[in-house]
């Protein structure tokens, strides 16, 4: 598994992430993102309104580079965050269509990210102090 269990589990308790994707012109584009984990894939899969009309769609068909990240703040007194941090590769992957109402315009696009790099921190520890804490950074 690509993923610990700790992860996955913040992953599926988290209602939003950013990507950061390349525009044709090498400028970096970060966008707000719905998510799921994908389990049996071991992937990220964004899907939203028009995806295929995007421009981080778009983006990815020229470079596939991206970093995906999810994160939240515990406490601020003391300040504590939680933070995944995903860099990979992405692709335009296409999913069976969901039944929405009328005029829904979710279209069956996603963009599907493969981890190549995951950086946790803080998510499995909330008992060190903030400043005691230490990156798990994997390559995969």
Known sequence: MIFKPHEIAFLRDADLGRLATIQPDGTPQNSPVGFTFNE?????????????????FRNIAGNQKVAF???????RDPWRVRCLEIRGTAEQARVPAARGGAGDELDTAIIRVTPHKIISFGI??????????IPDVRTM
């Open 40 to 56: 049996q894939l071991g992937t990220i899969d964004i899907a939203g309104y028009r995806m295929s009309h995007s421009q981080k």
């Open 69 to 75: 990240v999810v994160d939240d703040i515990t406490s």
């Open 124 to 133: 499995d520890d909330q008992e060190s102090e903030p400043h005691q804490l």
